[in-house]
Protein backbone atom coordinates (compact mmCIF):
# COMPACT_ATOMS: atom_id res chain seq x y z
CA UNK A 1 0.00 0.00 0.00
CA UNK A 2 3.11 2.53 -0.27
CA UNK A 3 1.78 5.97 -2.33
CA UNK A 4 3.65 7.31 -4.86
CA UNK A 5 2.67 10.55 -3.67
CA UNK A 6 0.56 12.73 -1.41
CA UNK A 7 -2.94 13.31 -1.42
CA UNK A 8 -5.37 15.65 -0.33
CA UNK A 9 -8.14 13.06 0.24
CA UNK A 10 -8.41 9.70 -0.41
CA UNK A 11 -10.82 6.44 1.32
CA UNK A 12 -9.02 3.37 2.95
CA UNK A 13 -11.44 -0.06 1.83
CA UNK A 14 -10.90 -2.08 4.96
CA UNK A 15 -10.82 -6.13 5.14
CA UNK A 16 -10.81 -6.53 8.77
CA UNK A 17 -11.22 -4.83 12.43
CA UNK A 18 -7.93 -7.46 13.19
CA UNK A 19 -5.51 -5.09 11.53
CA UNK A 20 -8.01 -2.00 11.09
CA UNK A 21 -5.64 0.45 12.51
CA UNK A 22 -2.37 -0.33 10.87
CA UNK A 23 -4.54 0.04 7.50
CA UNK A 24 -5.56 3.84 7.94
CA UNK A 25 -2.70 4.26 9.22
CA UNK A 26 -0.79 3.40 6.30
CA UNK A 27 -2.92 4.97 4.00
CA UNK A 28 -2.97 8.26 6.12
CA UNK A 29 0.37 8.55 5.46
CA UNK A 30 -0.15 9.55 1.72
CA UNK A 31 -2.85 11.98 2.50
CA UNK A 32 -2.75 15.17 3.56
CA UNK A 33 -6.84 16.50 4.47
CA UNK A 34 -9.13 13.93 4.70
CA UNK A 35 -9.99 10.33 4.62
CA UNK A 36 -12.55 8.51 4.46
CA UNK A 37 -12.99 5.06 6.44
CA UNK A 38 -16.19 3.06 4.84
CA UNK A 39 -17.03 0.95 8.41
CA UNK A 40 -19.23 -2.43 7.56
CA UNK A 41 -20.98 -3.59 10.82
CA UNK A 42 -19.69 -6.71 11.84
CA UNK A 43 -21.95 -9.53 12.16
CA UNK A 44 -22.11 -9.52 16.12
CA UNK A 45 -23.24 -6.10 15.96
CA UNK A 46 -25.61 -6.21 13.05
CA UNK A 47 -29.08 -6.33 13.21
CA UNK A 48 -30.73 -9.68 12.31
CA UNK A 49 -34.12 -11.51 12.05
CA UNK A 50 -34.50 -12.45 15.70
CA UNK A 51 -33.08 -8.63 17.08
CA UNK A 52 -35.10 -7.09 19.60
CA UNK A 53 -34.81 -3.68 20.86
CA UNK A 54 -32.89 -4.39 23.71
CA UNK A 55 -30.53 -6.30 21.98
CA UNK A 56 -30.33 -3.78 19.24
CA UNK A 57 -29.41 -1.10 21.71
CA UNK A 58 -27.18 -3.45 23.90
CA UNK A 59 -25.28 -3.99 20.31
CA UNK A 60 -25.57 0.00 19.27
CA UNK A 61 -23.81 1.22 22.96
CA UNK A 62 -20.89 -1.73 21.95
CA UNK A 63 -20.43 -0.32 18.22
CA UNK A 64 -20.37 3.26 20.05
CA UNK A 65 -17.92 1.75 22.67
CA UNK A 66 -15.93 0.30 19.44
CA UNK A 67 -15.94 3.63 17.85
CA UNK A 68 -14.30 5.35 20.38
CA UNK A 69 -11.64 3.37 20.30
CA UNK A 70 -10.81 3.55 17.19
CA UNK A 71 -11.50 8.01 17.62
CA UNK A 72 -8.78 7.58 20.27
CA UNK A 73 -5.83 5.41 18.00
CA UNK A 74 -6.86 8.22 15.42
CA UNK A 75 -6.18 11.05 17.79
CA UNK A 76 -2.37 8.96 18.62
CA UNK A 77 -1.57 8.08 15.07
CA UNK A 78 -3.67 10.84 12.61
CA UNK A 79 -3.60 13.94 15.01
CA UNK A 80 -3.81 16.61 11.97
CA UNK A 81 -5.65 13.94 9.98
CA UNK A 82 -9.46 14.68 8.92
CA UNK A 83 -10.65 10.95 9.28
CA UNK A 84 -14.13 9.98 8.65
CA UNK A 85 -16.20 6.91 9.33
CA UNK A 86 -18.52 6.30 6.93
CA UNK A 87 -21.46 4.34 8.20
CA UNK A 88 -23.83 2.07 6.24
CA UNK A 89 -26.74 3.43 4.82
CA UNK A 90 -30.65 2.69 6.13
CA UNK A 91 -32.54 0.65 3.97
CA UNK A 92 -34.00 2.34 0.96
CA UNK A 93 -32.07 5.56 1.80
CA UNK A 94 -30.95 7.53 -1.27
CA UNK A 95 -27.20 7.92 -1.31
CA UNK A 96 -25.62 11.64 -1.70
CA UNK A 97 -22.09 12.72 -2.83
CA UNK A 98 -19.05 12.73 -0.43
CA UNK A 99 -18.21 16.62 0.56
CA UNK A 100 -14.57 16.19 -0.95
CA UNK A 101 -13.41 14.81 -3.98
CA UNK A 102 -11.76 11.12 -3.92
CA UNK A 103 -8.60 11.28 -5.31
CA UNK A 104 -7.36 7.69 -4.31
CA UNK A 105 -8.01 4.34 -2.86
CA UNK A 106 -6.35 2.17 -0.53
CA UNK A 107 -7.70 -1.21 -0.73
CA UNK A 108 -6.98 -3.93 1.65
CA UNK A 109 -8.24 -6.57 -1.37
CA UNK A 110 -5.92 -7.71 -4.23
CA UNK A 111 -7.37 -6.14 -6.99
CA UNK A 112 -10.30 -4.03 -8.05
CA UNK A 113 -13.04 -6.65 -8.58
CA UNK A 114 -13.01 -7.91 -5.25
CA UNK A 115 -12.55 -4.25 -3.77
CA UNK A 116 -15.71 -3.26 -5.51
CA UNK A 117 -17.42 -6.56 -3.77
CA UNK A 118 -16.89 -5.84 -0.83
CA UNK A 119 -18.66 -4.85 2.13
CA UNK A 120 -16.71 -1.51 3.17
CA UNK A 121 -16.82 -0.40 -0.59
CA UNK A 122 -20.41 -1.05 -1.14
CA UNK A 123 -20.88 2.05 1.73
CA UNK A 124 -19.41 4.74 -0.31
CA UNK A 125 -20.05 3.02 -4.11
CA UNK A 126 -21.93 5.34 -6.03
CA UNK A 127 -20.97 8.57 -3.27
CA UNK A 128 -18.07 9.40 -5.53
CA UNK A 129 -16.46 9.58 -8.98
CA UNK A 130 -13.98 6.73 -9.00
CA UNK A 131 -10.27 8.46 -8.97
CA UNK A 132 -7.73 7.37 -11.13
CA UNK A 133 -5.35 6.16 -8.33
CA UNK A 134 -5.81 2.60 -6.75
CA UNK A 135 -3.59 0.77 -4.86
CA UNK A 136 -3.69 -2.87 -3.69
CA UNK A 137 -2.26 -5.03 -1.74
CA UNK A 138 -1.65 -8.11 -3.29
CA UNK A 139 -1.20 -10.43 -0.54
CA UNK A 140 -4.44 -10.15 1.71
CA UNK A 141 -5.78 -13.09 3.21
CA UNK A 142 -7.58 -11.68 6.67
CA UNK A 143 -10.99 -10.69 5.84
CA UNK A 144 -13.59 -10.92 8.44
CA UNK A 145 -16.25 -8.64 6.81
CA UNK A 146 -18.54 -11.06 4.79
CA UNK A 147 -21.71 -11.14 2.51
CA UNK A 148 -24.42 -11.90 4.77
CA UNK A 149 -24.05 -8.21 7.37
CA UNK A 150 -27.26 -6.76 7.52
CA UNK A 151 -26.54 -3.32 7.51
CA UNK A 152 -27.86 -1.37 10.88
CA UNK A 153 -31.46 -0.02 11.21
CA UNK A 154 -31.31 2.82 14.18
CA UNK A 155 -33.16 1.76 17.65
CA UNK A 156 -34.82 5.29 17.36
CA UNK A 157 -36.75 7.20 15.18
CA UNK A 158 -35.98 11.07 15.91
CA UNK A 159 -32.72 11.38 17.59
CA UNK A 160 -31.45 14.51 19.87
CA UNK A 161 -27.81 15.94 20.18
CA UNK A 162 -26.83 19.80 21.48
CA UNK A 163 -23.07 21.53 21.60
CA UNK A 164 -21.14 24.51 20.70
CA UNK A 165 -20.03 22.75 17.85
CA UNK A 166 -16.98 24.71 17.77
CA UNK A 167 -13.65 24.01 15.72
CA UNK A 168 -14.95 20.11 15.03
CA UNK A 169 -12.34 17.74 16.83
CA UNK A 170 -12.80 13.62 17.02
CA UNK A 171 -14.93 14.10 20.59
CA UNK A 172 -17.60 15.46 18.38
CA UNK A 173 -17.21 12.77 16.07
CA UNK A 174 -18.48 10.58 17.99
CA UNK A 175 -21.35 12.39 19.63
CA UNK A 176 -22.49 12.85 16.28
CA UNK A 177 -21.71 9.20 14.82
CA UNK A 178 -23.51 8.08 17.78
CA UNK A 179 -26.28 10.58 16.98
CA UNK A 180 -26.80 9.32 13.34
CA UNK A 181 -26.44 5.58 14.50
CA UNK A 182 -29.01 5.42 16.94
CA UNK A 183 -31.72 7.44 14.25
CA UNK A 184 -33.91 5.29 11.85
CA UNK A 185 -35.28 8.52 10.52
CA UNK A 186 -34.28 11.51 11.90
CA UNK A 187 -31.61 13.87 13.72
CA UNK A 188 -31.68 17.03 15.21
CA UNK A 189 -28.81 19.43 16.62
CA UNK A 190 -28.64 22.13 18.59
CA UNK A 191 -26.26 24.54 17.96
CA UNK A 192 -25.48 26.95 20.92
CA UNK A 193 -25.47 30.79 20.36
CA UNK A 194 -26.25 33.96 22.02
CA UNK A 195 -26.34 33.08 26.17
CA UNK A 196 -24.99 29.87 26.21
CA UNK A 197 -21.57 31.40 24.60
CA UNK A 198 -21.00 33.90 27.08
CA UNK A 199 -18.35 32.16 29.50
CA UNK A 200 -16.53 29.93 26.90
CA UNK A 201 -12.76 30.54 27.19
CA UNK A 202 -11.81 32.19 23.97
CA UNK A 203 -15.47 33.20 22.80
CA UNK A 204 -14.18 35.80 20.43
CA UNK A 205 -12.24 32.88 18.62
CA UNK A 206 -15.58 30.93 17.63
CA UNK A 207 -16.49 30.09 14.77
CA UNK A 208 -19.60 31.74 13.27
CA UNK A 209 -22.90 30.06 13.49
CA UNK A 210 -22.97 29.37 10.13
CA UNK A 211 -19.82 27.99 9.82
CA UNK A 212 -20.47 25.71 12.81
CA UNK A 213 -23.77 24.11 11.55
CA UNK A 214 -22.43 23.97 7.90
CA UNK A 215 -19.69 21.46 8.94
CA UNK A 216 -22.08 19.55 11.30
CA UNK A 217 -24.50 18.92 8.65
CA UNK A 218 -21.35 18.05 5.94
CA UNK A 219 -20.27 15.92 8.68
CA UNK A 220 -23.58 13.84 9.52
CA UNK A 221 -24.33 13.43 5.43
CA UNK A 222 -21.33 11.99 5.15
CA UNK A 223 -21.07 9.65 7.82
CA UNK A 224 -24.41 8.58 7.21
CA UNK A 225 -26.93 9.82 4.29
CA UNK A 226 -30.39 9.41 3.86
CA UNK A 227 -31.55 10.70 6.58
CA UNK A 228 -33.67 13.81 7.89
CA UNK A 229 -31.26 16.58 9.43
CA UNK A 230 -32.40 19.36 11.53
CA UNK A 231 -29.64 21.80 12.47
CA UNK A 232 -31.47 24.64 14.70
CA UNK A 233 -29.49 27.32 16.41
CA UNK A 234 -30.66 27.01 20.61
CA UNK A 235 -30.14 30.12 23.41
CA UNK A 236 -31.05 27.94 26.36
CA UNK A 237 -30.04 24.98 27.63
CA UNK A 238 -33.33 22.91 26.38
CA UNK A 239 -34.07 23.62 22.63
CA UNK A 240 -35.94 22.10 20.46
CA UNK A 241 -35.90 18.80 23.32
CA UNK A 242 -39.38 20.63 25.39
CA UNK A 243 -41.28 21.69 21.76
CA UNK A 244 -40.59 17.98 19.53
CA UNK A 245 -42.77 15.87 21.23
CA UNK A 246 -41.34 12.83 18.52
CA UNK A 247 -38.35 13.27 19.78
CA UNK A 248 -37.27 10.11 21.41
CA UNK A 249 -33.49 9.89 21.86
CA UNK A 250 -30.63 12.12 22.95
CA UNK A 251 -27.31 11.65 22.51
CA UNK A 252 -25.22 13.23 25.59
CA UNK A 253 -21.45 12.70 26.68
CA UNK A 254 -20.34 12.56 30.09
CA UNK A 255 -20.03 15.73 31.20
CA UNK A 256 -23.94 16.53 29.46
CA UNK A 257 -25.24 13.45 31.22
CA UNK A 258 -27.00 15.76 34.13
CA UNK A 259 -28.27 18.06 31.32
CA UNK A 260 -29.73 15.18 29.26
CA UNK A 261 -31.99 14.17 32.59
CA UNK A 262 -33.12 17.95 33.30
CA UNK A 263 -33.99 17.50 30.07
CA UNK A 264 -36.51 14.70 30.90
CA UNK A 265 -37.62 16.02 33.74
CA UNK A 266 -38.74 19.59 31.84
CA UNK A 267 -40.96 17.27 29.18
CA UNK A 268 -42.73 15.26 32.07
CA UNK A 269 -43.43 18.88 33.27
CA UNK A 270 -44.77 19.56 30.33
CA UNK A 271 -46.40 16.34 29.90
CA UNK A 272 -44.20 14.91 27.12
CA UNK A 273 -42.68 11.58 27.10
CA UNK A 274 -39.23 11.02 28.36
CA UNK A 275 -36.37 10.70 26.01
CA UNK A 276 -33.85 7.71 25.94
CA UNK A 277 -30.97 9.23 27.20
CA UNK A 278 -27.84 7.45 25.25
CA UNK A 279 -24.50 8.26 27.25
CA UNK A 280 -21.41 8.08 24.43
CA UNK A 281 -17.68 6.78 26.31
CA UNK A 282 -14.93 9.08 26.76
CA UNK A 283 -12.72 8.77 23.90
CA UNK A 284 -10.93 5.78 25.48
CA UNK A 285 -7.15 5.68 26.64
CA UNK A 286 -6.51 9.28 27.77
CA UNK A 287 -7.58 11.73 30.53
CA UNK A 288 -6.95 14.53 28.72
CA UNK A 289 -10.76 15.89 27.73
CA UNK A 290 -10.58 17.00 24.13
CA UNK A 291 -11.39 20.59 24.00
CA UNK A 292 -12.45 23.12 21.49
CA UNK A 293 -11.19 25.56 23.81
CA UNK A 294 -7.80 23.87 23.40
CA UNK A 295 -8.63 24.23 19.77
CA UNK A 296 -9.15 27.78 20.13
CA UNK A 297 -5.97 28.23 22.28
CA UNK A 298 -3.81 26.45 19.69
CA UNK A 299 -4.97 29.58 17.08
CA UNK A 300 -3.16 31.73 19.29
CA UNK A 301 0.06 32.73 16.85
CA UNK A 302 -0.97 31.14 13.94
CA UNK A 303 -0.64 32.46 10.65
CA UNK A 304 -4.31 32.37 8.50
CA UNK A 305 -5.25 33.48 5.36
CA UNK A 306 -7.02 37.00 5.07
CA UNK A 307 -7.72 38.95 2.14
CA UNK A 308 -4.42 40.23 1.03
CA UNK A 309 -3.86 44.55 1.72
CA UNK A 310 -3.48 47.03 -0.20
CA UNK A 311 0.37 46.96 0.67
CA UNK A 312 0.70 43.32 0.79
CA UNK A 313 -0.58 43.23 -3.38
CA UNK A 314 1.83 45.97 -4.04
CA UNK A 315 4.88 43.30 -3.16
CA UNK A 316 6.63 46.88 -1.83
CA UNK A 317 9.19 47.02 0.96
CA UNK A 318 9.55 47.13 3.75
CA UNK A 319 7.56 44.25 4.74
CA UNK A 320 5.55 45.76 7.79
CA UNK A 321 2.66 44.53 10.46
CA UNK A 322 0.38 46.11 11.86
CA UNK A 323 -0.22 45.27 15.29
CA UNK A 324 -3.60 46.57 16.96
CA UNK A 325 -5.45 45.69 19.92
CA UNK A 326 -8.09 47.61 22.40
CA UNK A 327 -7.35 49.45 25.65
CA UNK A 328 -5.44 46.83 28.15
CA UNK A 329 -4.99 43.75 25.30
CA UNK A 330 -1.06 43.66 26.01
CA UNK A 331 -0.23 45.39 22.81
CA UNK A 332 2.38 47.42 24.24
CA UNK A 333 4.02 44.46 25.41
CA UNK A 334 3.97 42.64 22.20
CA UNK A 335 5.30 45.17 20.74
CA UNK A 336 8.44 45.36 23.10
CA UNK A 337 8.57 41.64 22.74
CA UNK A 338 9.20 42.03 19.17
CA UNK A 339 11.33 44.52 19.04
CA UNK A 340 13.82 42.68 21.33
CA UNK A 341 13.14 39.83 18.00
CA UNK A 342 14.93 42.95 16.11
CA UNK A 343 11.52 44.45 14.38
CA UNK A 344 11.42 48.30 14.53
CA UNK A 345 8.59 49.72 15.72
CA UNK A 346 6.87 52.41 14.71
CA UNK A 347 4.12 53.74 17.42
CA UNK A 348 1.13 55.35 16.13
CA UNK A 349 0.70 56.91 19.67
CA UNK A 350 4.45 58.51 19.79
CA UNK A 351 3.41 59.92 16.34
CA UNK A 352 0.00 61.48 17.29
CA UNK A 353 2.07 63.76 19.85
CA UNK A 354 3.77 64.67 16.79
CA UNK A 355 0.23 65.45 15.19
CA UNK A 356 -0.28 67.05 18.34
CA UNK A 357 2.41 69.92 18.62
CA UNK A 358 2.02 73.28 18.59
CA UNK A 359 1.49 75.39 16.08
CA UNK A 360 1.02 72.49 13.59
CA UNK A 361 -2.27 72.28 11.75
CA UNK A 362 -3.77 69.59 13.87
CA UNK A 363 -3.44 71.58 17.03
CA UNK A 364 -4.80 74.68 15.70
CA UNK A 365 -8.07 72.74 14.70
CA UNK A 366 -8.06 70.61 17.46
CA UNK A 367 -8.39 74.12 19.98
CA UNK A 368 -10.96 75.44 17.62
CA UNK A 369 -13.08 72.95 18.04
CA UNK A 370 -12.61 71.74 21.42
CA UNK A 371 -11.73 75.23 23.02
CA UNK A 372 -8.54 75.92 25.39
CA UNK A 373 -10.05 73.67 27.99
CA UNK A 374 -7.85 70.79 26.09
CA UNK A 375 -4.51 72.41 27.03
CA UNK A 376 -1.83 72.47 29.82
CA UNK A 377 -0.38 75.04 31.85
CA UNK A 378 2.73 75.15 28.97
CA UNK A 379 0.43 75.35 25.84
CA UNK A 380 0.33 71.36 24.81
CA UNK A 381 -2.55 69.48 24.39
CA UNK A 382 -3.29 67.05 27.30
CA UNK A 383 -4.55 63.94 25.88
CA UNK A 384 -6.05 62.93 29.07
CA UNK A 385 -8.39 66.03 29.65
CA UNK A 386 -9.00 65.41 25.87
CA UNK A 387 -9.58 61.23 26.03
CA UNK A 388 -12.08 62.49 28.90
CA UNK A 389 -13.96 65.24 26.62
CA UNK A 390 -14.14 62.29 23.50
CA UNK A 391 -14.31 58.59 25.18
CA UNK A 392 -18.13 60.11 26.26
CA UNK A 393 -19.23 61.53 23.04
CA UNK A 394 -19.04 59.71 19.74
CA UNK A 395 -19.61 62.40 17.81
CA UNK A 396 -16.53 64.21 19.32
CA UNK A 397 -14.62 61.31 19.02
CA UNK A 398 -15.38 60.83 15.32
CA UNK A 399 -14.31 64.44 15.05
CA UNK A 400 -10.78 64.17 16.48
CA UNK A 401 -10.03 61.34 14.57
CA UNK A 402 -11.18 63.47 11.49
CA UNK A 403 -8.44 65.72 12.44
CA UNK A 404 -5.95 63.98 13.41
CA UNK A 405 -5.84 60.47 11.41
CA UNK A 406 -4.74 62.05 8.13
CA UNK A 407 -1.99 63.43 9.89
CA UNK A 408 -0.84 60.48 11.66
CA UNK A 409 -1.38 58.77 7.95
CA UNK A 410 1.56 60.93 6.78
CA UNK A 411 3.67 60.04 9.42
CA UNK A 412 3.32 56.50 9.16
CA UNK A 413 4.36 56.64 5.18
CA UNK A 414 7.11 58.70 5.99
CA UNK A 415 8.65 56.54 8.58
CA UNK A 416 8.20 53.24 6.61
CA UNK A 417 9.99 55.01 3.85
CA UNK A 418 12.86 55.54 6.37
CA UNK A 419 13.01 52.52 7.61
CA UNK A 420 13.60 51.63 4.16
CA UNK A 421 16.18 53.77 3.36
CA UNK A 422 17.81 52.41 6.51
CA UNK A 423 18.09 49.10 5.18
CA UNK A 424 15.21 47.54 7.60
CA UNK A 425 13.37 44.93 6.20
CA UNK A 426 10.70 44.72 8.54
CA UNK A 427 8.77 47.10 10.89
CA UNK A 428 5.76 46.84 13.23
CA UNK A 429 3.38 49.43 12.83
CA UNK A 430 1.77 49.66 16.58
CA UNK A 431 -1.79 51.68 16.05
CA UNK A 432 -4.81 51.10 18.39
CA UNK A 433 -6.46 52.33 15.96
CA UNK A 434 -5.39 51.00 13.08
CA UNK A 435 -8.36 49.31 11.38
CA UNK A 436 -10.15 52.32 12.24
CA UNK A 437 -8.51 54.33 10.75
CA UNK A 438 -7.50 52.69 7.14
CA UNK A 439 -4.38 52.28 8.39
CA UNK A 440 -4.13 48.58 7.16
CA UNK A 441 -3.47 49.40 3.52
CA UNK A 442 0.03 50.77 4.73
CA UNK A 443 0.85 47.03 6.20
CA UNK A 444 1.31 43.36 4.90
CA UNK A 445 -0.61 41.49 7.63
CA UNK A 446 -2.55 42.47 10.51
CA UNK A 447 -1.89 41.09 14.39
CA UNK A 448 -4.17 41.76 16.65
CA UNK A 449 -4.02 41.47 20.53
CA UNK A 450 -7.03 41.25 22.67
CA UNK A 451 -8.78 40.15 26.02
CA UNK A 452 -12.13 39.64 26.85
CA UNK A 453 -14.31 43.11 27.37
CA UNK A 454 -14.49 42.83 30.92
CA UNK A 455 -11.16 41.56 31.95
CA UNK A 456 -10.14 44.90 29.47
CA UNK A 457 -12.08 46.79 31.81
CA UNK A 458 -10.95 45.46 35.11
CA UNK A 459 -7.37 46.21 33.83
CA UNK A 460 -8.48 49.93 32.65
CA UNK A 461 -10.07 50.75 36.40
CA UNK A 462 -6.88 49.30 38.09
CA UNK A 463 -4.24 50.86 35.76
CA UNK A 464 -6.40 54.53 35.54
CA UNK A 465 -7.95 54.35 38.50
CA UNK A 466 -11.15 54.72 37.08
CA UNK A 467 -14.58 53.87 38.29
CA UNK A 468 -15.91 50.74 36.38
CA UNK A 469 -18.79 52.81 34.15
CA UNK A 470 -16.13 55.15 32.75
CA UNK A 471 -13.79 52.38 31.71
CA UNK A 472 -17.11 50.54 30.37
CA UNK A 473 -17.81 53.48 28.01
CA UNK A 474 -14.16 53.38 26.91
CA UNK A 475 -13.87 49.92 25.84
CA UNK A 476 -17.13 49.94 24.43
CA UNK A 477 -16.44 53.15 22.15
CA UNK A 478 -14.06 50.71 20.53
CA UNK A 479 -14.12 48.71 17.45
CA UNK A 480 -15.01 45.00 18.98
CA UNK A 481 -12.74 41.88 19.70
CA UNK A 482 -14.82 39.95 17.23
CA UNK A 483 -14.75 42.77 14.55
CA UNK A 484 -10.77 43.12 14.72
CA UNK A 485 -10.49 39.29 14.87
CA UNK A 486 -12.22 38.61 11.97
CA UNK A 487 -9.95 40.95 9.67
CA UNK A 488 -6.64 39.40 11.64
CA UNK A 489 -3.90 36.90 10.43
CA UNK A 490 -2.41 36.68 13.34
CA UNK A 491 -4.11 37.01 17.15
CA UNK A 492 -3.02 36.60 20.38
CA UNK A 493 -4.60 36.65 23.80
CA UNK A 494 -2.78 38.14 27.03
CA UNK A 495 -5.54 36.45 29.52
CA UNK A 496 -2.72 34.38 31.20
CA UNK A 497 0.84 34.85 32.02
CA UNK A 498 3.10 36.98 30.17
CA UNK A 499 5.38 33.65 29.68
CA UNK A 500 2.05 32.56 27.27
CA UNK A 501 1.64 35.93 25.79
CA UNK A 502 5.44 35.57 24.97
CA UNK A 503 5.24 32.42 23.24
CA UNK A 504 2.49 32.79 20.99
CA UNK A 505 4.22 36.12 19.93
CA UNK A 506 7.03 33.62 19.44
CA UNK A 507 5.04 31.12 17.49
CA UNK A 508 4.15 34.11 14.93
CA UNK A 509 7.82 35.25 14.74
CA UNK A 510 9.21 31.89 14.03
CA UNK A 511 5.60 31.33 11.08
CA UNK A 512 6.42 35.04 9.63
CA UNK A 513 10.00 34.62 9.24
CA UNK A 514 9.31 31.22 7.27
CA UNK A 515 7.20 33.21 5.42
CA UNK A 516 9.24 35.96 4.70
CA UNK A 517 12.16 33.69 3.28
Same mark, same amino acid.
Given at each position: ?????????????????????????????????????????????????????????????????????????????????????????????????????????????????????????????????????YFFHPDSTICSFNDTDVWHVGSHQHVVVGGTFDHLHQGHYLLLAATVLNSSSSCTVGVSIGPLLKDKVLKELLEPLEQRCFKVKELMQDMRPGLELNIVPITDPYGPTITDPELDCM????????????????????????????????????????????????????????? !???????????? %? &????? @? #???? +?????????????????????????????? !???????????? %? &????? @? #???? +?????????????????????????AELIQRNTAAALQDGCRLCVLDAAVLLEAGWDEFVDEVWVAFVPEQEAISRLVQRNGLDEDTARVRVLSQMSNEDKIARANVTFCSLWQMEFTHKQVDSAWECLENRMA
Open positions: MAAIQRYRCGAVIVNSTVNLIQQVIKAADAITDTLYLPLPLTPPLARDATSTKDTLVARQNAYTGYLSNLFHHFRQNTPSLDVRVLLPLSPGACSTPLSRSLEVVFSAYPDISQTEASPAYRIIAGRFTPPTNVVSEETLKGGEAVNRKRLELEMSSMVIHKIPLIAGTDEKLSSTQQRKNQLGMYQEKV !PTKKHKLKSLPY %V &IGLTG @G #TCSG +KTSIATHLAAKGARIINCDKLGHEAYKPDT !PAYNQLIERFGS %V &ILSSN @G #TIDT +KILGGIVFSDRGKLNTLNQIVWPVI
